[in-house]
């Protein structure tokens, strides 16, 4: 059903203001918005509900899900090292599939409707599940250099020429250079070449931790974001992950070069990475938008989660309380998220944009008294809430009911490959 309308919902504006109105999808687009009563042949009621556009998880690992809860509480390159690296090595295709498919589950489930996914290998089954789900996708293939780096470049190289603007362009591919301290400059300037060629951007881990900070320092004398910039890597247009130890000078860089950066509140506070100058960051202009990591590393894909803390963590970081205020966490979930995945006409509920909407039912008792949806969808509510999600017109859950997936049967090979991966 991909004409029907949403009839007296509580919206969420552009402005951040809210208003009861009805919401037109006519294909994959927001054909209009009305006010008073409406008649048609197809009507989804949106009373006690609350439309938002479609949430954008701008950087995750989604089929790490394999590994949530595998090794917690431990510092990033100990936990990346000695425990996360060594059994992605034992990861196989159908393990990469059945991880993906559960974190669909789960984003759908929570009402996101685009990911951005750094992994590999095997990113064409990530592919293979966004098309099955209905989901957006911006997908990126993790390019170490010493790890078969030229043929991991080369495999990126290939998804970005197989699957780029697949299932009806709801899939991108991006170039996935890890970070400066697995992809050295020489390394990053192959990456420079291939995306130049394809007019592909970059997705790369940027000033995650300190230590990556004085290890830069220490071996080219420069801070990450500057060593990056001589490469050119950044004039291709980059999605930086995480950018949570920030100069001054490098924060000019990455307003300059129009950076749009993934902020991972829940994953940084849980490996201890530290707090992201966000309102620095958006102070210069700089798209902000909201990632979860990886499952293993958060341990969920939970969006209205990281908006609650984001909006939380800006407050306690500037002792300020009107730092990033509700509607803006609601933003950078939201639009800044799809401009930060480069999506055209997705992350506002306007007219002529992608039908990419989420109904929040607002019954349940969190939700009372109704005084202001949008302060209560990032204070108060939990994912639960997410009632109805509909992208590109197509409705993918309905009174909390998948349509797309079979959730049943993805838990059951997911259970089977998490047994197989984790035994002795």
């Keep these: 059903m991909n004409n029907f309308v949403i009839s007296g919902v509580k919206m969420l504006k552009p402005s951040g203001e809210v208003e009861i109105a009805n919401i037109f999808v006519s294909g994959d687009k927001i054909s209009k918005i009305t006010r008073g009563e409406v008649t048609h042949d197809h009507i989804i009621d949106g009373k006690n509900k609350f439309a938002t556009p479609g949430l954008v998880n701008a950087h995750t690992h989604a089929s790490m899900t394999l590994l949530r809860s595998y090794s917690d509480d431990k510092s990033l390159m100990d936990w990346l090292q000695k425990d996360i690296w060594p059994i992605e090595d034992k990861m196989t295709r159908k393990d990469i599939y059945c991880g993906a498919a559960l974190a669909a589950v789960e984003m759908i489930r929570g009402g996101t409707t685009a990911f951005a996914d750094m992994y590999g290998p095997c990113m064409e089954e990530v592919a293979k599940i966004v098309d099955e789900s209905g989901l957006r996708g911006s997908l990126s293939q ?64 940027m000033n995650e931790t300190k230590t990556e900070i004085d290890d830069c320092l220490k ?65 210069k202009n700089v798209t902000v938008a909201l990632g979860t990591d990886g499952a293993s590393s958060n341990n969920n894909l939970d969006m209205l989660e990281e908006m609650r803390l984001a909006a939380l963590l800006a407050k306690v970081d500037t002792l300020n309380p009107l730092a990033v205020p509700a509607a803006q966490a609601i933003q950078m979930a939201t639009e800044n998220g799809a401009k930060a995945l480069n999506l055209a006409n997705v992350g506002r509920l306007e007219e002529g944009y992608k039908a990419d909407i989420v109904l929040w039912d607002m019954s349940s008792v969190e939700w009372q008294p109704n005084y202001n949806p949008a302060s209560l969808l990032v204070y108060s509510a ?43």
């Design 142 to 205: 993790g390019l170490i250099s010493f790890a078969d780096g030229d043929k991991k470049l080369a495999s990126n190289v290939e998804l970005y020429k197989n699957f780029h603007g697949a299932a009806d362009g709801r899939i991108q591919i991006m170039l996935g250079p890890h970070a400066i301290y697995t992809c050295p400059p020489d390394y990053l300037k192959k990456v420079v070449v291939e995306a130049e060629k394809l007019g592909a951007e970059v997705h790369m881990h």
């Design 219 to 283: 071996n080219y004398g420069k801070r990450p974001f500057e060593v990056v910039a001589e490469t050119g890597l950044l004039d291709c247009g980059m999605l930086a992950a995480h950018c949570v130890y920030l100069s001054d000078e490098e924060i000019e860089i990455i307003s300059k070069k129009n950076v749009r950066v993934a902020h991972n509140p829940g994953s940084n506070m849980k490996l201890a990475s530290g707090i992201a100058p966000v309102t620095k960051l958006l102070a």
């Design 382 to 424: 939990n994912s639960a809430a997410a009632d109805t999600v509909i992208v590109d017109g197509k409705i993918l859950m309905q009174g909390r009911e998948l349509k797309t997936l079979d959730e049943e049967k993805i838990i059951a090979e997911f259970t089977a490959c998490a047994e197989r991966l984790t035994k002795n």
